[in-house]
């Protein structure tokens, strides 16, 4: 059963075009649905729909993000916070500005714990303790009491990583978790995400550019294009027959990581044309 | 330890600005025109006696000789004694300095409360209506100066709706118990709310026109400041986490928006100080903005001279303060 379902969301900018058109995607329970498309595609907006923080000039306009069964654009604004709050989790893009710069990193994790989900102070701590540890930060207790500029970008996002794993949420967002961080820290980020996915058994909407990452991580995969979901594949069927001429470009112009020179196409000029000529019409 | 240094730094540089103010108003009140002892002596009295009283205070040596004198008292705790009330000036000073204290603090706590509610009033209900009224009303307290809202206020609820004393720091037939100077705080540590009300019932109105620039200054800026901050990505985050937009103001945004604020609040704070003297004088308040007046009209050079040196040691004291508390709450600055 999906614990997450978008139905033909559409959305806008504040007497503007379109930005989502009619999108539709589903999450089951413990699963990872990768979401990949151009730059500007509004991969992003669709978590921040889900996730109720919208930019004010951006409007839904009609469909529904189904949570756990309820429709979330359907309840009043304070039950959606509090619902999203505590079955949903964010792991942001970037690391450097997501931590508040004046608050220590321990109460940055407990504190929503305690506000929000009504759990001891105590509880709290040693819940974040335990977290830091599962996202191999070595002396955790010093860290807990340090302030985020005092830790490099790696250590910050698995601060943020444990942080979203830290109520149990049945899902969590993570957009372009690893982008801002250097090459060198992003596999490990990567493959601590997949490894907390598994062992929580937490749903995951991914949103990468990187179809090596989708092809390692996730299950499920929707291709967007100008706001619209072109491709809906399990990834396996994808990388094998991608149903759609621009998933299948888009395939061809992904470097094969174990030699990331081979096969690198640009996607074709008239592909995209096609493309932009299906989505206009709709 | 980089605390330590800029300390010391600090002190040093306030030894020098205090020495500098002291050169300054010393040969300054001594050239500009009038002559304190003239003004003592009764009509019609001769050359001679002029000379005499002239000698007795010292004025008949050249300028730079009488701040020697000056200077060394002063290194030794005595300003000297006060031409017109006869009393040491360090005494009188002191006598009155906690009556300005308290107005001021006060003043300045009201700023603080009234312009920290605005800003986030104003940022909660950011882009309505109530941001646009907020915004009209801080701009027409910014554009009036201290002493005429103390003028509206004495007007408004002194006269037409006289709720409030407009006169004065204490109801004069009141016995009072104190033994300090510090009237309103000895009354709330002696738990006598009576006297309490009294004294704030006196301070409320030159306070609040002390307040009113301050607090559209406070609030303006630290609006500014939210608003910015409201778009952060922490904010953000603690959005998705559950938190209302209230509570994500307060505790997200609040503590990093307002280190900008509480620099210019420092700042803005000795401003309001030095707008005691007309205040205090509009509403015959015994602080020493009201004493300095009354000196400068009679040419009580010692007493001018002690009264603007107490202020300097209190503006850059403020600055200090402000200084230590910014690097308190700024983690990044406390570990260097
Ligand atoms: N605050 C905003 N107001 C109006 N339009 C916006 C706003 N933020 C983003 N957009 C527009 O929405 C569209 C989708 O943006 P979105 O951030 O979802 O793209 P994305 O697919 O995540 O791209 P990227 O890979 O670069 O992160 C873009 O065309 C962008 O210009
Ligand atoms: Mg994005």
Redesign the pocket.
Known sequence: MSFLSVRNLSAR??G?GP??RDVSLDVAVGEVRG?V????????????AVLGI?????EITSGQIMLDGVDLLALPPAQRRIKVGATCALIP?DPLTALNPSRRIGVQITDRLVDILGWTRQRAEERALALLGEVQITEPTRVLRQYPHELSGGMRQRILIASAFAAEPKLIVA??PT?ALDVTVQKQILKLIAALQVRHGTALLF?T?DLGVVSKVCQKLSV?YA?KVVEDSAVADFFRAPKHPYSAALLAATPKYTDPLAGLQPVPEAVIAAVRAEVAHG | MALLQTLILRVITTAVTLLGVAVIVFFVIRVVPGNPIAMMLPPGATAEDIANLTAIYGLDKSIPQQFFIWGTGVLGGDFGTSITLKQPVLELVLGRLPATLELSVLALVMAIVIGGAAALTGTRLRETRVEGGIDVAQGMALSVPDFLWGLVLILVFGVLVPVFQISGRVTPSLQLPFVSDFYLVESLLRLRFDLSLDLLSHMLLPALALAIPLAAIIGQLLKQSLKETMHLDYVTLARTQGYSEAKVIWSQALPNAILPTLTLVGVQFTFLIGGTVIIERLFSYEGLGNMAIDAVINRDLPLIQGIVILFAVIFTGVNLLVDLTYAALNPRLRHG
């Open positions: 900018v504040k503007g930005l989502l979401l498309g151009e730059s500007g595609a509004g991969k992003s907006m669709i978590g921040k919208l930019p004010k000039a951006v893009q957009d372009e982008t949103v550019h967007l706001g």
